[in-house]
């Protein structure tokens, strides 16, 4: 009997993430001046203030050359709040900053003699999820979420249709299953989108529906390959600024803070999450740094043909640098064999896993760069799921989402001897 999974995104301008993205710019900037920076950043906007909290561990060029609210003004007039009518703006809103040193205590923990001994930053389990289910082997409900509200973005930015535009928007896509767990079709769409006022609001409401169906849909319909693009049939359920009136919006309408909005940074409910939250963190902190290592395990084994789908858990004690486990969920999926041709447990496959990829907190660091400025592109559309790319920072590259890459594709179809098995039945 086929089922329905919903998943839900946000705009770069909803408060939540306004918040996020202030954070990691503030990290960037930290990382720039000293890539050694330990850095917890909070933060908290609501109508013309922004409140910024935290720890901070750094030499004394970073403590000094760090100008906290003029990115944090950076970040909000990128995002699009440079209206005094919006009621939060990047000129007149209030900046406090509020970061303060780095408990000794936890420092103690995390930095050792040897960069291999770096202990995890905090104790805590975290996860990764891939499927075939799309091209970037992300669940595809949060696929479709991001992409409508990225080109709702763009459209926005462009300035040449749907000119009402606000920056706060809010997406939501459920998807119909076949008991086989493959997409039948897209059964609902949900668009918040903030927006200019009106006349009417029967007025409002009819052309910002029009607009979504002609202009947005059509514009996302054209990224997606053919196989996605049938999902998009006639009986679709749109519900488009469901509620009305949807001027107030943005930090005046709505507090954000950084961190809550963890699943629609990760799987979209697919999957699990392990709690804590990625964005205002630097790579000491497991809860970041390993949750894109178990992305980048869990994307290179359904790309080796390993297993269809995919859930890998690790886990830490702070201040240890060894995992105090990994864990690996196939969901039945799991097409790698032994010698005698019997297929390998979950618990097979974790242990053959564990020999490839060295999850210690400073291996990770250096397999994906993690010292570098390059968090302020990941908060907002999602950590995963990105495409891998470069950075310029202060006139250097850095690359940006080396989690997402399938380079160790080829290491691990030697270890489960894929390539082997598949001589043997040609």
Not at 103 to 131: L, P, T, W
Not at 160 to 171: E, F, I, N, T, V
Request: charged share 25%; aromatic share 8%; net charge neutral.
């Amino acid at each position: 009997m086929s089922y329905l999974f919903t998943s839900e995104s946000v705009s770069e301008g909803h408060p939540d993430k306004v918040a996020d993205q202030i954070s990691d710019a503030i990290i960037d900037a930290f990382l720039t001046h000293d890539s050694n920076a330990k850095v917890a950043c909070e933060t908290f906007v609501t109508t013309g203030l922004v409140v910024i909290g935290g720890e901070i561990k750094c030499n004394n060029i970073a403590k000094y050359s760090v100008d906290v609210q003029g990115i944090a003004r950076d970040v909000i007039n990128r995002i699009g709040y440079n209206k005094s009518q919006y009621q939060f703006d990047a000129v007149s809103c209030g900046i406090l900053n509020a970061l303060h040193e780095q408990s000794s205590d936890i420092n103690q923990g995390v930095e050792r003699g040897k960069e291999e001994e770096q202990g995890a930053g905090d104790q805590g389990m975290m996860f990764g999820y891939a499927s075939r289910e799309t091209d970037n082997y992300m669940p595809l409900p949060l696929e479709l979420s991001h992409l409508l509200l990225k080109e709702l973005s763009a459209i926005r930015k462009e300035g040449k249709k749907m000119k009402y535009l606000r920056p706060d928007a809010k997406s939501q896509v459920t998807i119909q299953y076949s008991d086989k767990g493959k997409p039948e079709k897209i059964e609902t769409i949900v668009i918040s989108t903030q927006h200019d006022d009106f006349d009417t609001d029967d007025k409002m409401l009819a052309k910002i529906k029009e607009d979504i169906l002609t202009i947005l849909i059509p514009r996302v319909k054209k990224l997606l390959p053919t196989r996605i693009k049938k999902l998009f049939g006639d009986d679709i359920k749109y519900h488009i600024n469901p509620t009305g009136k949807f001027v107030i919006g943005g930090p005046h309408g709505d507090t954000g803070l950084t961190g809550r909005k963890i699943i629609v940074d990760t799987y979209g409910g697919r999957g699990a999450h392990g709690g804590g939250a990625f964005s205002g963190k630097d790579s000491s902190k497991v809860d970041r740094s390993a949750a894109y290592a178990t992305r980048h395990i869990a994307k290179n084994l359904v790309a080796a043909g390993i297993c269809d789908e995919v859930l890998v858990q690790v886990a830490y004690a702070i201040g240890v640098a060894q995992p105090v486990g990994l864990y690996i969920n196939t969901y039945n999926t799991g097409k790698a064999k032994n010698e005698e041709g019997r297929k390998l447990t979950d618990g097979e496959i974790a242990e053959k896993v564990s020999k490839v990829f060295d999850m210690r907190p400073s291996a990770i660091v250096k397999r994906f760069g993690l010292k570098n400025p390059i968090y302020s592109q990941t908060a907002a559309y999602g950590h995963m799921g990105r495409t891998p790319g470069r950075v310029n920072v202060n006139g250097k590259e850095y690359e940006t989402f080396g989690w997402e890459k399938l380079d160790y594709v080829d290491t691990l179809k030697k270890e489960f001897k894929i390539a082997e098995r598949t001589a043997e039945l040609a």
